[in-house]
């Protein structure tokens, strides 16, 4: 009886040690970068209605991952998890090991962060991230995006174009001007990323019956308009074919 | 851990395989099932009473014969998956004037560039002849008085191959506009405003009648929305005429069409796509159209993503089934 007790102890201890291992190899190929909180711009009142109204949000301090979830990553992952692969792991091109994983559902991304003790961000967040404290456009800050600086798309809405080097998706940060001030790569353009919670409207805090998932960030696909810090796609989170659709993690660390 | 775990998986799916079955809904009707161990039966032909069937996961034709007795028939197609992961190779095969007809896909990750079987339509007597791989997605195709009426699956257009190897576009087929309702439950930020959105309108089987009226089902483009699959009719067809009438719509994704000997249609269902498991298993149907009575009939249902229809010369419909099965349909009218 006391060698089973034991046993019981010594794998638990050695799951506790693997899971930690997996946690700390996530972490050493997609660091997590320290955002400090605080008060922020939230919203855009010359954005879409679902934009509106613009307001200060308190926020406080978290950890994001420094690149959007790679190829290499997830299958990491899928390896460790047994949870199924992204739509298009085995693509020739979206499936390259460097670019970001693509074609997953929101749960499938949400399963991630969480397999790591991680979720994914909430749109207040991303926003933080993305457009710092002072309510910038872009990563970058308000200058207008180009090809030097985000994987976008074309000026009419939504093709791909090749200006920036990349007919789809790019290495995970492939754009270091287009990093924010903390070093955080990607958060505008490459891959459109699944946020935390449901699709509501700011105005009336409606979740919207818990229909649809957000994205934010814009795309390979997108032109300046989508690729606003405050743009907000909604989308079905059961869907997961879609090649500009990705994610990465944050933690809150006490 | 993770041999175990994809072991588990693989005798899961085993499992599924084994109970996949589709039911019966015209009691009329009865199935029984070929066993063959192919892995992804496609391509369906008759040859001298012995039935071909093509396999995409190895390239290779089989013969199967009134013994039961199976054996490669030809091998050495290219084959593999595609870039959303479905098996390619020889989809569609058929046997006309003591040549076998091959329409080829394959655009597997790991392919040769530039391989001249990719996306060809093929020739074989003895050996393979290259009739054209000008194409992007040959997929089915029909006869009518030796010319051979081609379907792409990626142009989605119809060629018309005549005796003497002339290539001419008879149809293009173009756009659907989808009801912004359907997009909407999609994603209600991208496709709220009020321009139409287009899908592509994919041809994926095709049918001559005796008169030259050519019928092609539409699958629908991705996002594939349930309900959007159609058959065209296009009266004079064969002659060049391009006006298209609708002969049947609200259909899930049907793959292939065939003409019965009694004049009516059969019509083989993928069946509908979800979107987070992509094409559903065991949604797949056969119907058959009576042109008389202007009635859709469903024959069978749960069918697991079927490919081909075939109706032998006895009379029994045969089906492929991605699932690995091939299903001997009879009816005891």
Partial sequence: ?254 | MKIFFKLFLLLFFANNIILAKPTIVDSSYSYEILKTNITYPSGLTEKKGDLLISDLSNGKIYSYNNQNNLEIYYEGLPFGFDVMGYPTGPYKIKFYNDKLYISQGWADINRLEDHIYDHAFLELEKNITVITNDLWNPYDFSFYENDIYLIDSGKNNITKIDKNNNFFELIFFDKIIQKQEDMQVLSPTEFSNTEPYLTDSVPTGIAINNDGTIYVSIFGGFPYFKGSGKILQINDGINGNKESSILIENLNSPVDIEFLSDGNLAILEMGTFDYEKEFAQKDGRLLIYNFKKKKLNEILKKLDRPQTILQRKNGDIVLSELSGNIYIVSNYK
């Fill in chain 1, 1 to 254: 009886m006391f060698f089973y007790r034991l046993n019981i102890i010594i794998l638990f201890f050695f799951f506790l040690i693997s899971e930690s291992f997996a946690e700390s190899l996530f972490e050493k190929k997609n660091p997590f970068i320290f955002i400090k909180g605080g008060e922020f711009v939230f919203g855009n009142n010359r954005g879409e209605e679902n934009e509106k109204p613009q307001t200060l949000v308190n926020i406080e301090n978290f950890y994001i991952n420094m690149y959007e979830i790679s190829n290499e990553i997830f299958n990491d992952y899928v390896s460790l998890s047994g949870n199924r692969n992204s739509y298009f792991y085995e693509h020739f091109y979206l499936g390259k090991n460097t670019h970001p994983v693509v074609g997953l559902s929101w749960k499938d991304a949400s399963d991630f962060c969480k397999f790591y003790n991680a979720n994914l961000p909430t749109e207040a967040q991303y926003e933080r991230a993305t457009r710092g404290l002072n309510g910038n456009l872009y990563s970058w800050g308000n200058d207008e995006p180009n090809p030097k600086l985000v994987n976008m798309g074309s000026k009419e809405c939504c093709n791909p174009d090749i200006k920036d080097g990349y007919e789809a998706t790019s290495p995970v940060g492939s754009f270091l001007l287009g990093k924010n001030e903390e070093g955080v790569m990607d958060l505008t353009g490459n891959v459109w990323e699944w946020m935390d919670g449901w699709y509501y409207s700011y105005k009336n805090n409606n979740d919207q019956e818990k229909l649809f998932r957000v994205l934010r960030g814009g795309s390979w696909k997108n032109n300046a308009w989508k690729l606003r810090s405050t743009y907000r796609m909604a989308y079905n989170g059961d869907f997961r074919f879609a090649a500009n659709g990705g994610f990465r993690c944050v933690k809150i660390i006490e």
